[in-house]
C-alpha cells in the first residue's frame, strides 16, 4: 500500500453499518433470476409506453402516460388566464420533466438501503471532516452521487402524490416542484435501519409540502396556517354533523362540537368563503376584467348628474342678479361650493345665521329666479 493509498479516507459499505436482520437471505439463484428481471425492467421503461412500465408493489406506474395527460389537461383548466406564451413554456417544461422522471429505472429494496446507508453515512462523515478540507469534499461528492440517485428514482413518486391534488387552486407544476424539495429532505432523514421503503417514508412528507404550499398560495388573500387547520378541522365535524342529523348543523352546535365560541366559528365560516379577484378576466384571452362590470357605488348615477349639472349651468347665469346674502345662501344649497348640496342646517352654521333667517333668503331667492325665468320664457 502506498502513501497516497493510506492517506485516502476509508469507505465503508452502507449495508455494513447496517443490522443484518434488515436484509432478507437470497440465494444465488434468486439472484440471477432478479438480475435478469432487473434487466428486462430496464428494457421496458426504456420504451415508455403504458402498457409496458415496469410494475412496484408500492406504486402502480402503469399510468404514466395517463399522468402526462392529466397534466397537461389540468394546466389548461387552471391557467386559462396565462399568456399564451407563458402557458407554452410551462407546459413544455412539465411534459420534459414527466418524460425525464419516466427514464430513471425504479430502486429495490436492497438497492434503497444500500444508497440510504450511503447517504446517513456520507452525511456523518461530512458533519465529523473539517470544513474545505479534502475529506469534506470527498464526502460532499459521494452524499450528492448517492443522493442524486435516490431523487432520480423516485421522481415518479412525487408526480403520482400530486395527481391526487389536482383539484387545488395551485398549478400542477408548483405542486410537483414542492413535491421535489421534499423528497430532496426525505432523501436525507431517509433511515433504512428501520425497515421501511423509501415511499412509504416519503409519501407523508410530500403530502405535507402540498398542504402548506397551498394554505400559503392557494387563497387570494392569504390565512395563515393555522387557521386554515382549523377551516379542515370545522369541515371535517360539519360533514360528519350533517350525517348524523340528515341536516345541516347550526353555528351553535358546531361551536360545541370544536369547543370553540360562537364568534370565532362564524370567522372561520367567514374565512372560508370564496374570493373573486376584480382583475380576473371575463373571458380568458381578452382585455376586459370583472371590476369593468361592477357598479361604483361611490360614484353619481349619470341619471342624476346631467339634471343637476344643468341646473347648475343655468342657475350661474340667472344668480348675478340677486343680492350678495340670497347668492350665498343658493350658491351653498345648489352645491356650488365643494360640489355637494348643502343642507339648512349646514347655511346656517356657514353663514352664521339662524334658521328661519335662512330659509326666508331662501323663499326669497328662489322667487326672484322664478321671476327671472318666466321673463326669459316669454323673450323667447
Known amino acids: 500500500m502506498t502513501n497516497s493509498d493510506s492517506t485516502r479516507p476509508v469507505i465503508k459499505s452502507a449495508k455494513s453499518l447496517l443490522p443484518q436482520e434488515s436484509y432478507p437471505q437470497v440465494s444465488a439463484d434468486s439472484k440471477i433470476v432478479s438480475f435478469k428481471k432487473a434487466g428486462a425492467r430496464k428494457k421496458l421503461v426504456g420504451k415508455r409506453t403504458a402498457k409496458e412500465l415496469p410494475e412496484n408493489k408500492d406504486l402502480d406506474w402503469t399510468g404514466l402516460e395517463s399522468a402526462r395527460r392529466d397534466s397537461k389537461d389540468l394546466e389548461e383548466s387552471e391557467d386559462s388566464d396565462r399568456e399564451p406564451e407563458e402557458l407554452s413554456a410551462a407546459l ?133 396556517v393555522n387557521k386554515c387547520e382549523r377551516l379542515r378541522v370545522l369541515a371535517g365535524i360539519e360533514a360528519a354533523m350533517a350525517q348524523d342529523l340528515h341536516r345541516t348543523p347550526r353555528v351553535e352546535e358546531l361551536a360545541h362540537a370544536i369547543g370553540k365560541e360562537r364568534k370565532e366559528v362564524l370567522d372561520l365560516i367567514e374565512m372560508r368563503k370564496p374570493l373573486v379577484s376584480l382583475y380576473q378576466p371575463l373571458v380568458a384571452g381578452t382585455g376586459s376584467v370583472i371590476g369593468e362590470t361592477l357598479e361604483d357605488e361611490g360614484a353619481w348615477s349619470p341619471d342624476v348628474v346631467t339634471p343637476t349639472t344643468l341646473l347648475q349651468e343655468r342657475l350661474a347665469v340667472m344668480l348675478p342678479d340677486l343680492n350678495p346674502r340670497q347668492q350665498s345662501v343658493m350658491r351653498l344649497l345648489c352645491g356650488f361650493e365643494g360640489g355637494e348640496l348643502a343642507s339648512e342646517e349646514a347655511v346656517v352654521e356657514l353663514l352664521g345665521l339662524s334658521l328661519n333667517q335662512v330659509r326666508a333668503i331662501k323663499q326669497q331667492a328662489m322667487h326672484n329666479l322664478r321671476e327671472q325665468l318666466h321673463e326669459l320664457q316669454n323673450a323667447a
Do not use: C
Not at 450528492?144 to 423516485?154: D, F
Not at 432523514?189 to 428501520?194: E, M, V, W
Open 92 to 224: 413544455d417544461s412539465m411534459a420534459a420533466h414527466l418524460n425525464r422522471a419516466g427514464k430513471f429505472q425504479l430502486l429495490s429494496r436492497e438497492e434503497e438501503a444500500e444508497l440510504g446507508g450511503q447517504v446517513q453515512f456520507a452525511l456523518k462523515s461530512l458533519k465529523a471532516a473539517a470544513p474545505e478540507s479534502a475529506q469534506a469534499k470527498y464526502w460532499s461528492g459521494q452524499l450528492t452521487k448517492a443522493r442524486n440517485r435516490m431523487v432520480e428514482a423516485n421522481l415518479r413518486l412525487v408526480i403520482s402524490a400530486a395527481k391526487s391534488w389536482n383539484k387545488s387552486p395551485v398549478a400542477f407544476e408548483d405542486l410537483v416542484q414542492e413535491g421535489n424539495i421534499a423528497l430532496i429532505k426525505a432523501v436525507e432523514k431517509f433511515d433504512p435501519a428501520l425497515g421501511n421503503r423509501f415511499s412509504t417514508y416519503a409519501m407523508p412528507a410530500i403530502h405535507g409540502a402540498f398542504r402548506r404550499f397551498i394554505d400559503n398560495n392557494g387563497r387570494l388573500v392569504r390565512i395563515p
